[in-house]
């Protein structure tokens, strides 16, 4: 399946993307402002390297 820059809007979206490794990209408005895989997932913020991401704020697409 081709996930290449689709939403990631879900949890079931957020969990599969971390259990299987799959890089994503990170954005605020169209501005890109971090990628890699997810490291920790919390009802309100998506950690990626070590830097933690608002899910209010931010749009999360698949990277690959």
Do not use: T
């Given at each position: 399946m081709n996930r290449f820059m689709n939403e990631l809007t879900a949890n079931v979206h957020f969990y599969t993307a971390q259990l299987e490794c799959v890089p994503i990209v990170i954005f605020i408005a169209d501005e890109l402002v971090g990628s890699g895989v997810i490291e920790d997932i919390t009802e309100v913020s998506?950690?990626?390297?070590?830097e933690y991401f608002m899910r209010n704020v931010c749009t999360f697409k698949y990277a690959s």
């Open positions: 998506v950690r990626v390297h070590g």
